[in-house]
């Protein structure tokens, strides 16, 4: 036991890899977002606006060292509290019922004087933690039924369906994607698959008959003007058809850097928040964006490895939430950008801005790195 303990001692403690791509991912992501608000430089109503790269730079600081407390800590002692956190991520998300701040026809933020936090994005490590813990603690070997996977599922759904009355359909998507990634790593039945599979087709028919009473009037918007954009160039259809325009522009090398005409001429919307990615693309080109989506599938990649080599249920599973939490959030994110999915507002890793977000991407990257670091 005393050799093993100095051999770990002695052994790399950092998984450098995904550090190295972690740190790549930032960085480019500050310097795109310098890019995206230098428009802005100098204007009387929108002077702010350039400078919430320096807030990026705060929050990405405070991020770091929650990340290296996640990650010193041994994750296993998170599993103990994963009921309690996921307690109170129910009652964060409750709260803002109560306290909740409205920003743009949606409630999702809970303003404390000057700090504004979102607790829809914590939730999202919390519910992982929570699968991870059932997944761990369930003793059968067997392959599960829909019966066996209700209680995990059922973390996951619970929250969505809070998040998507506040309204927040982009966030519930990521809830529920993640959860059904985490619960698909254990063995399913296959006539249980094809049950879900059954169910999940019915669902979007039913969702889709029944859209205008389970949407607000934006996103119904939004849904219709990706069904059929050009009905609303102008209006809901715009964000999305100026960020296909912006990366178009890029073409193979860029147009280099802050050198974009649709960011610089203020015709590209949301360029900090939803379409980051639209303004590095016409800013570096499909060279730039290649390399950008190369770092961002190895972290997916290398999440998956991490989890293959966890010294236990718990580790692995807490590893593919977290792989699965990055992938789908850049799958919705560039998505939207290219045109491939509707408008939902889904933020880019590392990339967006916006502190709750960049906080707990760092970390969930922080477990990450634990679960490598101990197995």
């Known amino acids: ?77 998170f599993e103990r509290w994963a009921t309690v956190l996921y307690l109170g991520g129910i009652f964060s998300l409750g709260l803002v019922w109560v306290l909740g701040t409205d920003i743009r026809g949606a409630s999702r933020w809970i303003q404390l004087g000057s700090f504004t936090f979102q607790p829809s994005e914590f939730m999202k490590i919390v519910i ?18 829909l019966i066996d996977l209700a209680p995990p599922v059922a973390f996951g759904l619970v929250p969505a369906a809070a998040v998507m009355a506040q309204p927040d359909l982009g966030t519930a998507m990521i809830f529920v994607m993640t959860t059904l990634s985490v619960v698909g790593m254990t063995k399913i039945r296959g006539r249980s698959m094809l049950n879900v599979a059954v169910a999940a087709v019915i669902g979007m028919v039913l969702f889709w008959n ?44 860029g147009e280099g850097f802050m050198q974009g005409t649709q960011n610089q001429f203020g015709r590209l919307p949301d360029q900090y928040s939803d379409f980051p990615f639209a303004v590095y693309a016409e800013d570096w080109g499909l060279l730039g964006s290649l390399v950008l989506l190369a770092l961002y599938g190895f972290v997916c990649i290398w999440a998956v490895h991490i989890a293959s080599q966890a010294r236990d249920r718990f580790g692995a599973a807490l590893a593919i939430g977290v792989g699965a939490i990055f992938f789908w959030h850049t799958l919705f994110n560039l998505g939207m950008a290219i045109g491939l999915f509707p408008v939902v507002g889904i933020t880019l890793p590392l990339f967006s801005y916006g502190g709750s977000s ?7 990257l922080g477990f990450l790195m634990n679960v490598s670091m101990r197995r």
């Open 1 to 77: 036991m005393r050799n093993k303990e100095l051999s770990f001692r002695s052994g790399p403690l950092v998984d450098m890899p995904l550090l190295v791509a972690i740190v790549a991912i930032a960085t480019c992501g500050l310097v795109n977002l310098y890019s995206a608000t230098s428009p802005y430089i100098g204007s009387g109503t929108h002077g702010r606006i350039a400078d919430i790269y320096v807030s990026q730079i705060y929050w990405i600081v405070v991020g770091v060292l929650l990340g290296v407390i996640t990650t010193v800590i041994d994750y296993r002692a």
């Open 128 to 145: 992982v933690l929570m699968i991870a813990r059932y997944i761990h603690n369930d003793p059968q070997t067997e392959p599960r039924t």
């Open 210 to 253: 029944y859209r205008g009473s389970l949407l607000h009037g934006y996103q119904l918007r939004r849904l219709e003007s990706f069904v059929n954009p050009d009905a609303d160039k102008t209006g809901a259809a715009w964000h999305a058809l100026q960020a296909q325009t912006a990366i178009g522009n890029g073409g193979l090398t």
């Open 358 to 364: 960049v906080v707990t991407t760092l970390i969930s």
